[in-house]
């Protein structure tokens, strides 16, 4: 039986026919960070736009099968791969395999991305252009990579994204949502830093 869970001794399902996956490679930030990202691409070598999403979650669960879990907010690989697309699921400073100390939707995430765009379009698999697409924390992490302006980013995509964090989630109408912060911050993050594994140049986060 296969099992997924949030790092790799957990055995990942083998992807389909067409396509090939490079899981787990680093890309180095301007402060020696180490982001590690997951390249989904056509099987057939060539030079392919890229779609990026930005996750602090498990970014594993990309291969699940969509009705399993609401999480595969950054759209549906297979799709992509198969119309001619790479897909790559960049895991945010500080959580999963990425090193740093993870503090949500900051100024040093949006240059991360900033970095991880370009360092995308300069592989051999890329033609140059990137764009970005996803619901909730995929659509709001676009706004602020777009506002860093990367010269190979062509496009955004977001839904379901909110413009204000504030009143769209934490304190919706005015009142402290503290049962969507318990679920949030509890399910999604103590599963990711209570994993089996130490990451060298990992910290805990600033909650």
Same mark, same amino acid.
């Given at each position: 039986?296969?099992?997924?869970?949030?790092?790799?001794? #957990?055995?990942?399902?083998?992807?389909?026919?067409?396509?090939?996956?490079?899981?787990?490679?680093?890309?180095?930030?301007?402060?020696?960070?180490?982001?590690?990202?997951?390249?989904?691409?056509?099987?057939?070598?060539?030079?392919?736009?890229?779609?990026?999403?930005?996750?602090?979650?498990?970014?594993?669960?990309?291969?699940?099968?969509?009705?399993?879990?609401?999480?595969?907010?950054?759209?549906?690989?297979?799709? !992509?791969?198969?119309?001619?697309?790479?897909?790559?699921?960049?895991?945010?400073?500080?959580?999963?395999?990425?090193?740093?100390?993870?503090? %949500?939707?900051?100024?040093?995430?949006?240059?991360?991305?900033?970095?991880?765009?370009? %360092?995308?379009?300069?592989?051999? %698999?890329?033609?140059?252009?990137?764009?970005?697409?996803?619901?909730?924390? !995929?659509?709001?992490?676009?706004?602020?990579?777009?506002?860093?302006?990367?010269?190979? $980013?062509?496009?955004?995509?977001?839904?379901?994204?909110?413009?204000?964090?504030?009143?769209?989630?934490? #304190?919706?109408?005015?009142?402290?949502?503290?049962?969507?912060?318990?679920? %949030?911050?509890?399910?999604?993050?103590?599963?990711?830093?209570?994993?089996?594994?130490? $990451?060298?140049?990992?910290? !805990?986060? $600033?909650?």
């Amino acid at each position: 039986m296969t099992r997924y869970g949030t790092f790799g001794n #957990n055995i990942r399902p083998p992807v389909p026919p067409g396509m090939k996956l490079d899981a787990n490679v680093y890309v180095k930030m301007r402060d020696g960070i180490k982001i590690a990202v997951d390249v989904y691409r056509p099987e057939k070598e060539g030079r392919y736009p890229a779609i990026l999403g930005t996750t602090p979650y498990i970014k594993e669960i990309q291969q699940l099968p969509p009705e399993f879990t609401h999480s595969i907010e950054a759209g549906a690989t297979n799709f !992509f791969i198969s119309n001619g697309y790479v897909h790559v699921i960049e895991q945010v400073r500080g959580t999963g395999y990425s090193q740093g100390r993870y503090n %949500w939707y900051d100024s040093t995430e949006a240059k991360d991305g900033y970095e991880v765009v370009e %360092w995308i379009a300069k592989q051999p %698999w890329c033609n140059g252009n990137v764009g970005m697409m996803g619901d909730s924390y !995929f659509g709001r992490t676009q706004y602020l990579i777009a506002g860093e302006k990367p010269p190979h $980013l062509k496009c955004i995509a977001p839904f379901d994204a909110g413009s204000d964090d504030y009143r769209d989630s934490r #304190n919706e109408g005015g009142m402290l949502r503290a049962g969507w912060i318990e679920k %949030w911050e509890l399910i999604h993050f103590v599963r990711l830093y209570s994993g089996r594994e130490k $990451l060298r140049g990992r910290n !805990f986060p $600033l909650i």
